[in-house]
DNA sequence: GATAACTTGTGAACGATTTCACAAGCCCTC
DNA sequence: GAGGGCTTGTGAAATCGTTCACAAGTTATC
């Protein structure tokens, strides 16, 4: 298979959480056209999305609902369940660890970890915080494959050493500073700044940013 | 000017973090090949970014890190503040609420709402949270440019259709779900869920993400 | 002041992604 | 079962973004 990019990704998360408000108003088919707009896309862009994977419409007819979202689960690897250990218990990794979001998609969070001892022991929805100095055996034991990290910027880079050496293979970093993580480990980065940044980039140069 | 794409104005953002770090070290001058290294990315791609907006080094010598910062600063519009109100003070509204990389950079919390009597007084670091109620009279009051939605999903739209209407002009948005803008309205978004799923897509698919 | 060692700025080449455009397939009606 | 009206799937074209490669400018050294 080709290699896959990442906004073809994108979108399929996209077109999957349309999919599934369309089939909880009761619509059973679609077409490329009515997905695209509803995302601001073209219906072309949409069969193209798919097409690197298979073809799941009729022509004529265009996408049974409830086998696209299941082709489109299956694609993105949502059809089984992954757990999640959160670094750093702070206002956004609290935030988190309680945030319905992710259970639904069958992302289980099996751990959150902190050093400070005043957040070692308390409940964050159904979780307790546990100490940092557990992440390792945890990681062992429970074998997570994703690792949240939200701890602050000057600590990002250790943690992320302790915990892919502890064998995660993927990191979603929330961390303000930039990480290297080791060949074979695939990570993410969301800046709360870095996005304000581009909408004030947006208000000081309008008309020029790329839509 | 021609368009600038996104993904410049990210990179930009990025560097200008870098270059804040050297300069916190005191180092007084910087190449594009440092700065690229120190990001993942080239010289090349550097210095390319930079050319949409002007030339900024000395040819065999490099960047002066100080003026580089002011000139990236002044090409993000980071040179005067921005207000920003922050709509939901839930987990994570509370949480962007008392972010400091917020205000380090220019952005000026001067609001934040919720429809929940049990909120509304709280004190959210240095600032009490308003009742729904005021956004229309603040956001004429106050002017702020930016909002934040930190609201549910079910009711995003009607969230970003008030504060549109009473003269926001950017939005970003953390609500999982997708919202339609007016023209010369600029709308970002941010959603947790699906960079969980980009990765889990990674995982499931090794070798096929494009990097 | 000539030479060497660097580094920028930028047109041109390249590669990747999006859009176009149309043949092929499906359903419905007559 | 033939024809009309849709809609998909997909090569080809167009657009967009990144990388290359090199002329031109700067400093240091002899």
């Excluded at 319905?100 to 902190?114: E, L, M, N, P, S």
């Excluded at 880079?157 to 303000?176: C, E, K, S, W």
């Excluded at 993580?181 to 947006?202: C, D, H, Q, S, Y």
Aim: charged content about 20%; aromatic content about 6%; proline content about 3%.
């Amino acid at each position: 298979m080709k290699p896959i990019a990442e906004s073809t990704v994108r979108r399929l998360s996209l077109y999957l959480r349309f999919l599934e408000e369309f089939e909880a108003q009761g619509q059973l088919t679609i077409s490329s056209g009515e997905l695209a707009v509803s995302r601001g896309t073209t219906s072309a862009q949409v069969r193209k999305d798919l097409s690197f994977f298979g073809s799941f419409g009729k022509r004529g007819l265009g996408y049974d609902v409830r086998d696209l979202i299941g082709s489109i689960r299956q694609i993105l690897g949502l059809h089984r369940t992954w757990s999640v250990v959160i670094i750093g218990a702070g206002k956004i990794g609290a935030a988190l660890a309680q945030y319905r979001g992710f259970a639904t998609r069958g992302f289980h969070v099996v751990g959150i970890y902190d050093k400070d001892p005043a957040r070692i022991g308390t409940k964050l929805g159904e979780i307790t915080v546990r100490s940092d100095l557990e992440i390792e055996r945890d990681i062992e034991r429970l074998r997570p494959q994703i690792a949240v990290l939200c701890v602050p910027g000057e600590v990002a880079q250790a943690v992320v050493d302790r915990v892919t050496d502890a064998g995660i293979t993927a990191v979603l970093n929330f961390a303000p500073a930039q990480v290297q993580v080791p060949n074979g480990v695939t990570m993410r980065a969301v800046n709360m700044a870095t996005e304000l940044e581009i909408l004030a980039f947006g208000l000081s140069h309008p008309e020029e940013l790329a839509s």
